[in-house]
């Protein structure tokens, strides 16, 4: 089974962004650029996948121009067996990228596509969804896991624990008892995250939500998007950076792929969001009544 | 105080040009007066420089001013140029007037022979016959002339005698020999200067290490050279080239300078703007005091933090401290070195602290277990071409089985992780329980045997682990109990300090010696290295009330 992965190459996460002076956009000069964290963890759950025997092949994807290449390179060096990079010059908003991603899913005609929920410099959360939708496929969006408490046995300090293949696809009962739930840490006993069954063709996704966790079964072929909470991803040793060296790498264009890339979308202006003012200190609770309602105009 | 030297100088200028008698100018404009050619020096570097003249040769300025208020310009007289921190005092003695005058940069003036010092005479050539043997005594007059003259042909000396040791032994043997004769001497090199600092004034004997210029030792794994004073920059630099490392220092006069010229006159150079002046770049000196005591601060060490740092005096002092006879350089590798900014390492006691006591500490090598990590950080402007460098090396160095794994770090989050891993073992030490932290500077290849000689001293009762700057040559060997105990201490002190005298390492690479070490800076430096610096301490604060009973030994200091 081939498990296709989307990487996006953005700006590093600890980088202190700036605004443009003429307000088009984001500086990127000269700033550091790495893969989005999302798509870090969507690639380390297919790698975890594929080692624990469920997949044969992880294919990572990424689009954009020429130095897109050295992240590819950073997610071939992880694991990933072969690379796909569709090169573009032109700004690629999410429903360019999923209708890529179609048109590349029927030439690769994988099982499973793993893709990060949002991508951090659009945070638009957009693209996972938009592929479900043109493939008719099912998604199980924001793949989660809950970190094991402190003093639980066997999970300290271990770069990657692997998750629980076997015990849970049977175990219905338990998992409808824990998506009734809510979301807690310490209370779960075991590491749950996306669980495949190869024999039913199923993969069941325990996803994050705003009142708790949800879990799903879902038909293969599926698209999944990784939370934050999924797994930690894995460093990138010196054997796999050798190794990364030698691994093909596709080259596609959009119009290889009969995707136009038209854009629908005009960014009219980036601001800076403005900035927190000190808070004010109020004598008496008159004066916060006052305030409250002649200033902040809420009651 | 800069405005009043002014003054003093200009009256000094007029002195000069008048052949009648000296009376102060009274006119404020002093351009219509002054015939001489003015170098316009910033004023507090000439202050700086004046000080330090004055301290150690105070009595010889006093003179001179002396002979000028008699307007005795008799003898042999030369015109120099200098400052006058003295002028305060003079302006009450002399002259008593006001005088409002423009400051200029430097003015020169007649310097007369300090009549204390003596003549030279037979008896003291054939004592130096003796020591040096009549090869190195020189009296012969067209070499004399090349010795007394400077590169410039502006300052020229009458010397008599011109003196070429061979041995560290020997300068100590003239100095004290001229300390007892009050004999003055001219230290000198390459006679490169340009201030007329390395020529006679008057019949000053002349010490010449051009014959010790041999190159003592080199270690290829540090960096770090070792040679006389008397070595020719020229020859160093091809040297090192040899060996694929870069000298810090170059100059356009490399072809004759001799580096105990450049230390002691603290030479800037071409390269400065990188490697840094000869403050960061010279370990270690060893110099000839005026009364012959050898002051060997000669250390092979990257860092050494025990007592004041004795040398900075001598780098820059332009000969009138001492007279240097070796030296350490610390040479740029070439390699990865020109983006290298970190090289740290880590034992696998240090790892397991870590990763047990410390949050959110992940092992970036999880598949196995490794003896010793090292951790390198390099920093550059261009981030691809570094990255593609470090990795040619990382994967060069697999290959040859340097190393055995490695991880790389793709992100800023990852590489801030890893320094957590270095960062955070003090914090995880201190967590574990008691901890005896000891800081030494030993030589790379030895630098793991005393941990394992630790490791064999005391078994099972305590956790003795080893990490710290590996590029440095610094060891921070921490030994970690579950609670503070006499006996584990007497098991760690004094062989630990003994351990590292004896391979002549530092006992304090970086930490200090403070109250813990105050009475162990004889592990690290010589007797006589102690004296000169309980002679500054007295001199600096004679009541010892600054942090008492800490760095100096409470012995010397009472």
């Known amino acids: ?299 | 105080m800069v405005n009043r030297n002014c003054r003093a100088t200009l009256r000094l200028v007029t002195l000069i040009n008048r052949q009648g008698h000296p009376h102060p100018p009274l006119s404020s404009s002093p351009s219509g007066h002054i015939s001489h050619s003015y170098i316009i020096l910033p004023f507090s570097i000439a202050f700086v420089f004046l000080t330090v003249l004055c301290f150690y040769s105070g009595t010889g300025i006093d003179a001179c001013w002396k002979q000028l208020q008699r307007n005795n310009v008799h003898g042999e007289h030369k015109i120099v140029s200098f400052f006058s921190p003295l002028a305060s005092s003079l302006k009450t003695r002399q002259w008593g007037v006001n005088i409002q005058s423009r400051c200029y940069g430097s003015a020169s003036v007649l310097v007369q022979r300090n009549p204390k010092f003596s003549k030279l005479n037979d008896e003291d050539v054939r004592y130096f016959e003796g020591i040096l043997g009549a090869k190195n005594v020189i009296q012969d007059d067209e070499k004399l002339i090349t010795a007394n003259t400077d590169w410039m042909r502006k300052y020229k000396g009458s010397s008599k005698l011109l003196l070429q040791p061979r041995t560290t032994d020997q300068v100590s043997e003239i100095l004290k020999y001229c300390n007892f004769r009050c004999l003055a001497v001219v230290p000198q090199g390459g006679n490169t200067g340009l201030v007329g600092g390395s020529v006679p004034v008057f019949d000053e004997v002349v010490v010449s290490l051009s014959a010790m210029s041999k190159i003592i030792s080199f270690d290829k794994v540090s960096g770090i050279l070792v040679c006389e004073a008397g070595c020719i920059l020229e020859n160093i630099i091809s040297f090192l080239d040899n060996e694929g490392f870069i000298m810090p220092l170059d100059l356009g006069a490399k072809g004759s300078c001799q580096i105990g010229g450049n230390v002691s006159t603290n030479a800037g150079g071409l390269r400065l703007l990188r490697y840094g002046s000869l403050h960061g770049n010279v370990l270690g000196i060893e110099a000839v005091l005026a009364d012959g005591t050898v002051l060997d601060m000669l250390k092979t060490l990257r860092k050494d933090n025990t007592g004041y740092d004795l040398k900075h005096l001598f780098i820059g002092s332009e000969g009138s401290l001492g007279i240097v006879t070796k030296k350490l350089l610390q040479e740029a590798r070439r390699k990865l070195g020109e983006i290298l900014s970190a090289f740290e390492f880590l034992d696998s006691n240090a790892m397991n602290l870590v990763l047990n006591h410390l949050e959110g500490a992940r092992n970036p090598l999880p598949t196995s277990l490794h003896n010793f990590y090292v951790l390198i950080e390099t920093t550059g402007s261009d981030e691809s071409s570094d990255k593609q460098k470090l990795e040619a090396f990382l994967l060069g160095s697999m290959e040859n089985e340097l190393i055995s794994d490695g991880a790389l770090a793709q992100d800023i989050n990852q590489a801030s992780s890893f320094w957590l891993l270095r960062e955070g073992i003090p914090e995880a030490l201190m967590r574990a329980g008691a901890v005896y932290k000891y800081d030494l500077s030993i030589p790379v290849e030895k630098m793991y045997n005393l941990v394992e000689e630790m490791r064999s001293r005391l078994g099972n009762d305590a956790n003795v682990v080893g990490y710290g700057h590996l590029g440095d040559g610094n060891l921070h060997l921490n030994v970690s109990t579950p609670q503070y105990d006499d006996k584990i201490l007497s098991q760690i002190e004094p062989f630990v300090y003994e351990w590292t005298s004896k391979h002549h390492g530092s006992i304090s690479a970086e930490h200090g010696l403070g109250l813990m070490k105050a009475n162990k800076i004889f592990y690290s430096k010589s007797p006589e290295t102690v004296k000169v610096m309980t002679s500054i301490k007295k001199l600096l604060d004679p009541n010892h009330i600054l942090n008492p009973y800490k760095v100096l030994p409470c012995s010397s200091i009472s």
């Open chain 1, 1 to 299: 089974m081939k498990i296709m992965v989307a990487i996006k190459r953005v700006i590093d996460y600890a980088v202190k962004i700036r605004v443009k002076p003429d307000k088009s956009g984001v500086v990127t000069q000269n700033v550091k650029m790495s893969m989005n964290p999302f798509c870090e963890i969507a690639l380390e759950e297919a790698l975890r996948i594929r080692e624990s025997g469920l997949a044969s092949e992880v294919v990572a994807v990424t689009m954009g121009p020429s130095q897109c290449l050295d992240t590819l390179r950073t997610g071939l060096a992880m694991g990933a067996d072969r690379g796909i990079h569709v090169d573009s010059t032109s700004a690629l908003h999410p429903l360019h990228v999923a209708k890529i991603l179609r048109n590349l899913v029927q030439i690769e005609k994988p099982s499973l596509i793993i893709l990060g929920k949002q991508a951090i410099d659009d945070d638009c959360n957009q693209t996972g969804q938009m592929v479900a939708g043109l493939l008719n496929w099912p998604q199980g969006t924001f793949a989660s896991k809950v970190s094991p408490s402190s003093n639980h046995p066997g999970f300290k300090n271990q770069a990657f624990a692997p998750t629980m293949w076997w015990g849970f696809p049977k175990d219905k009962s338990n998992m409808s008892q824990i998506g009734k739930k809510e979301y807690t840490h310490g209370t779960m006993k075991s590491l749950i995250g996306v669980v495949l069954d190869k024999e039913k063709e199923e993969v069941t996704v325990d996803r994050e939500v705003d009142d708790g966790i949800e879990t799903v079964q879902l038909k293969l072929p599926a698209v999944i998007t990784t939370d934050l909470r999924l797994n930690q991803p894995r460093y990138a040793t010196l054997p796999n950076i050798m190794k990364a060296k030698s691994k093909p790498i596709k080259k596609f264009t959009p119009q290889e792929l009969n995707v136009e890339i038209k854009s629908d979308l005009e960014i009219v202006e980036v601001t800076e969001p403005p900035k927190r003012k000190a808070g004010v200190m109020v004598s008496s609770v008159d004066e916060l009544i006052e305030k409250l309602k002649n200033e902040a105009k809420v009651i």
